[in-house]
């Protein structure tokens, strides 16, 4: 913060007014969620529009010019935010399209440096290693702002999942470029940085997976003192594994990602409260980011960057991503429609903004205009791709009805004393359970419906009980039959009584099968 005036000791007054100023600007953006969701447009539009009109230009003048600072709270909100999208990606989605996704995040982000360099280099006249910056900066999706949106996009869930996992994923090799090209001196030979991208992408995605299934085993097998801990204790593993991944030189992003995701579909016990846990911590670190990043904006110095910028996002929307997209994808045959609605669908968002901070703390020349840029760009273009995405998909077919078959949200606490589980869930809108008898379920041998809460009274079922929308269940189960127990639960909520002769059995209706 630039001030003039002698520094005060802090003292509680100042502590008092911090955390009130901090507390009504979290109102005002939590507020601004319903905005962001009834608009269709990603909420970092709004969050950076608060941080703007707090700053030095705006009703606030804050004048904050701390990029080291900025970077450092990005990367541990972007931890906080891919753990988040982690935890909530289904592995039965993604499974099919991680070969797709993976040629996105090496292929896909090459050919779009490649082709946004160049467009910068010689359209806007920038020096090749500011032109390389520019375009290893735009070309990661932001995890943030392609969670946000394509959850509340109906789309086939094969593009869901690679777009998912593409944003999830390509934030390492970006990260390793633009660390390169922010470099003092030569930048390293091509083949050099491939060599190291591959590496560190492998040693990430090593310790993800190994920190998850660790963490997994124990959080299924050890009994906490209170349910509270268990959203505590999914996210630390999860930030465990992103540091035991940049401490040994590997992709600490990826690991976090794929340590969430295996958490995620584990079956953890109290699941939806640790869901919600981490969406609470996804959404203010997201609110945290953007309203800092919209702090270090000077609005007033944006002028001649304007146009660069726009023509900048103008090839990385029109040209580099699509042609990376088609490359990318060309071993994998898939309809032009699908790969249309992946141009479009490349939603950037903080993710470029906090790597546009890296050349300014390396000291590169012109780095304030690099940022300034990848500013204004990420800004623009996301207002006009993430409203029409939409429209978008209904045009080109792909918009699906979400009318699905709701699942089942099953909390499970463990008994270990008595050497069981206690599952409760309730009876969504969408689910095939509602007219189902109790006996119908055909729960295995060592678990039982013990009790039926609807209406706000609670009754021990008979075996012809007929169960129904909005019925809470409590089912005790031994702890050999806890798995089969849920599987059955979730194959009835998704086929009804008839689960297993229509083909809809509870063996792949969630986790790792």
């Not at 701390?66 to 972007?78: F, K, M, S």
């Not at 996704?101 to 806007?124: D, E, R």
């Not at 997209?325 to 045959?333: G, I, S």
Request: charged fraction near 15%; include cysteine.
């Amino acid at each position: 913060m630039g001030t003039t005036r002698r520094e005060q000791p802090l003292t509680v007054h100042h502590l008092n007014q911090l955390l009130l100023v901090c507390s009504l600007v979290l109102l005002v953006a939590v507020a601004a969620v319903r905005i962001s969701s009834r608009s269709g447009l990603p909420s970092l539009l709004v969050y950076l529009g608060i941080g703007v009109a707090m700053g030095q230009d705006g009703i606030g003048d804050v004048h904050f010019d701390n990029a080291e600072l900025t970077q450092v709270i990005g990367y541990a909100a972007l931890v906080v935010i891919l753990a988040e999208g982690g935890l909530g990606t289904k592995w039965k989605e993604i499974k099919p399209g991680l070969p797709a996704a993976s040629s996105l995040a090496i292929v896909g982000v090459s050919v779009s440096v490649g082709v946004t360099a160049t467009a910068a280099h010689y359209l806007i006249g920038l020096e090749w290693r500011q032109a390389l910056i520019i375009g290893a900066v735009v070309s990661s999706t932001d995890a943030a702002a392609v969670f946000s949106v394509l959850r509340k996009v109906p789309l086939p869930s094969r593009v869901t999942g690679i777009l998912e996992a593409e944003s999830g994923f390509n934030d390492a090799p970006v990260v390793i470029l633009v660390v390169a090209f922010s470099t003092a001196g030569p930048v390293d030979h091509w083949y050099h940085l491939v060599g190291e991208i591959a590496l560190e992408l492998a040693i990430g995605a090593l310790i993800g997976l190994a920190v998850g299934f660790l963490g997994a085993y124990g959080l299924r097998h050890v009994a906490l003192p209170a349910s509270g801990l268990y959203p505590i204790a999914v996210m630390a593993i999860a930030v465990t594994a992103y540091a035991a991944g940049a401490l040994a030189h590997g992709s600490g992003f990826l690991a976090v990602y794929l340590a969430a995701m295996v958490l995620g579909n584990a079956k953890l016990p109290h699941w939806p409260a640790t869901r919600g846990f981490a969406d609470g911590l996804g959404w203010i670190a997201q609110i945290g980011m953007f309203v800092l990043l919209g702090l270090l904006v000077t609005p007033h110095e944006m002028g001649d960057d304007i146009w660069p910028a726009l023509v900048i996002g103008l090839v990385l929307t029109m040209v580099a991503r699509p042609l990376s997209v088609v490359l990318a994808l060309l071993p994998f045959r898939m309809r032009w429609q699908e790969q249309a609605l992946m141009s479009w669908a490349g939603l950037r968002g903080a993710v470029p903004i906090i790597l546009a901070t890296i050349p300014m703390v390396s000291g590169i020349e012109e780095s304030r205009r690099i940022f300034n840029i990848v500013f204004v760009l990420v800004v623009v273009y996301t207002l006009v791709q993430g409203p029409t995405l939409p429209w978008l998909a209904r045009t080109l077919g792909l918009s699906t009805s979400d009318s699905e078959t709701a699942d089942l949200g099953i909390e499970s606490a463990p008994l270990e004393r008595l050497r069981g589980h206690l599952l409760s869930l309730a009876i969504p809108d969408g689910s095939k359970m509602h007219g189902v008898e109790i006996n119908e379920l055909r729960l295995p041998a060592g678990a039982a419906v013990t009790l039926v809460v609807r209406g706000g009274e609670s009754f021990v079922p008979l075996p012809t009980t007929v169960l129904r929308r909005g019925d809470e269940l409590l089912v005790v189960a031994t702890d050999p039959v806890r798995d089969a127990a849920e599987r059955r639960l979730r194959a009835v909520g998704q086929g009804g009584k008839l689960a297993d002769w229509l083909g809809t059995g509870g063996d792949r209706a969630q986790g790792w099968g």
